[in-house]
């Protein structure tokens, strides 16, 4: 249904003013604030602007206002609930929304009030189902001498399925023809002369993972319990060699990278740990806790093994940790410990840790070989942590610290910074000067701040993207502001600036230029209008 979906989504979304595609409803609504969580991003996809959703019933009041005078193209994936669609979005709008199911009877009571169209999915014929093959197995390398007839019979065992036809497609992406002859031998019928056809998703995917090598499968799992969804970018500082991000040399089968670089793998994928052999490694490396399973660890022994470990105590009442807790961690490299309390000296406590996400981080927190340090949604962080205990970093992420007033200026000691989030950062009205010493910089984000002035003095000449949306109080950019040659994002909407100096035609290299909604935008000039 998923395929059908992006398919449908890609082929209609240029017709309408706003859309948005929502992928796996069902799975999603089921989350504590899932429904919140979606109008969330269906506000984001069509306006183009970040929101806060606090009550399905708030969102729902914000479409009626909003939605009400734009085209709006909304395709939900995955419903499993017939309340799903009017939770959404009420059932008062003018829109046009498409709706992908296993469950035919989900829209029955908007069947019967003439509200639908129902279009039942036939399996696909021999022709497409070869023509998707061949697409990801050959991809432009067009038909080679003795491939279309294995070709055939493995579209044969799979049951014309459009979901394992692409895992599998893409698995035999660039292989020999003796691959491909093993996996018909694994996927054809399991009895002599039987009619019968492998159709069990799980399986063909399984047959994929058992394919990869131990470093593969190691970041299978990562990617399924903890990095799905996650910008790609960002994710592979979870794994020492960054060159195993999923590609079709490695897991593209069974993962994929969108085109907003957000790593997406299949439900059913997600769901392939129930079926592998609880003796993998990757079982023993990983673990998730809430307050339910937090008694049965036994810091003593075992912890060694873990790699990846994620607490969440959200809506619980916060567990206490001291430094003492986490020595039995020596191999810890991805930690995420939101709404959690802590004590002690953690100095040289996590001496391969890469990845740290973490609402309520000690202020004097130390780790050398940290690249990521993501405090998303610290509300009561009022200054941040100085950061030359991070000499490594790359990715620093400060975004919806709504509290935050003061950003330490040993920010200009990280030489290794690619990206610098401070979106949402609300009472922050000003940057270091320091800012200007990031020579490694691509990427910074300060939408929806209230910085009055962007320090560009110093050697940015590596900045790719610069977005300040929605900072109010910004009125001008700076006059060096024309050295940033690197500079092929920039979007400024909803600020103060009225005015872009000469300088921006210096900017070569410039592909995108944001001044939508511009206060005074009457009155916006700018050089390249002529």
Not at 298 to 312: A, I
Request: glycine content about 6%.
């Amino acid at each position: 249904m998923t395929t059908i979906g992006n398919a449908i989504y890609h082929q209609l979304s240029s017709c309408f003013d706003g859309c948005s595609l929502l992928a796996e409803i069902g799975e999603t609504a089921h989350n504590a604030g899932g429904i919140q969580f979606v109008q969330t991003k269906l506000i984001c996809d069509v306006l183009g602007r970040d929101g806060d959703v606090t009550s399905f019933e708030g969102g729902i009041r914000f479409f009626l206002n909003v939605f009400r005078n734009i085209k709006v193209l909304i395709v939900l994936d995955d419903v499993e609930e017939e309340s799903h669609p009017h939770d959404l979005v009420g059932d008062q709008l003018d829109y046009r929304m498409i709706v992908t199911s296993e469950n035919g009877g989900i829209l029955q009571t908007y069947d019967s009030q003439d509200l639908v169209r129902t279009y039942e999915v036939k399996k696909m014929d021999n022709d497409r189902a070869l023509e998707l093959f061949h697409k990801h197995a050959l991809g432009t390398h067009g038909l080679i001498p003795g491939y279309p007839e294995i070709g055939k019979r493995i579209i044969k065992a799979m049951g014309r399925v459009p979901f394992t036809i692409e895992v599998i497609g893409s698995f035999l992406h660039e292989k020999t023809i003796g691959d491909w002859r093993e996996i018909e031998d694994l996927i054809k019928p399991r009895k002599e002369n039987s009619r019968e056809v492998l159709k069990d998703c799980r399986e063909i995917s399984k047959i994929c993972y058992e394919a990869l090598d131990e470093k593969q499968k190691q970041i299978f799992w990562d990617i399924a319990w903890f990095a799905n969804g996650e910008d790609s970018r960002i994710a592979s500082y979870m794994w020492p060699e960054q060159d195993l991000l999923p590609s079709h040399h490695v897991l593209m089968p069974l993962v994929k990278i969108q085109a907003d670089n957000l790593l997406w793998m299949h439900k059913l994928l997600k769901h392939l740990s129930g079926s592998i052999d609880k003796g993998d490694p990757g079982r023993h490396s990983r673990l998730y806790m809430d307050n339910t399973k937090l008694e049965v660890i036994n810091w003593e022994e075992g912890m060694e093994e873990v790699e990846v470990l994620c607490f969440d105590f959200k809506n619980r009442r916060p567990h206490e940790f001291t430094e003492t807790n986490f020595k039995s961690l020596p191999n810890i490299r991805f930690l995420k410990i939101d709404h959690a309390r802590v004590s002690g000296n953690f100095a040289n406590v996590f001496p391969k840790l890469r990845w740290l996400c973490w609402q309520g981080c000690p202020i004097d927190f130390e780790t050398e070989q940290l690249r990521v340090l993501n405090l998303t949604g610290c509300t009561e962080l009022l200054i941040s942590p100085p950061f030359s205990s991070f000499p490594k970093l790359e990715m620093l992420i400060l975004e919806g610290c709504s509290w935050l007033v003061y950003l330490d200026p040993s920010i200009g000691g990280l030489k290794n910074l690619l990206c610098l989030n401070l979106k949402s950062c609300t009472e922050l009205n000003m940057l270091p000067a320091e800012i200007g010493g990031l020579e490694a910089l691509k990427e910074l984000l300060i939408d929806e701040t209230s910085v009055q002035e962007i320090p560009l003095e110093g050697d940015l000449k590596k900045l790719e993207t610069l977005c300040a949306s929605n900072c109010l109080s910004l009125s001008l950019l700076p006059h060096s502001f024309e050295h940033l040659t690197s500079l092929t994002n920039l979007s400024v909407d909803n600020s103060k600036i009225t005015k872009l100096s000469d300088g921006i035609g210096e900017l070569v290299k410039l592909r995108c230029l944001s001044l939508r909604i511009a206060v005074g935008y009457e009155n916006f000039q700018t050089p390249l209008a002529n």
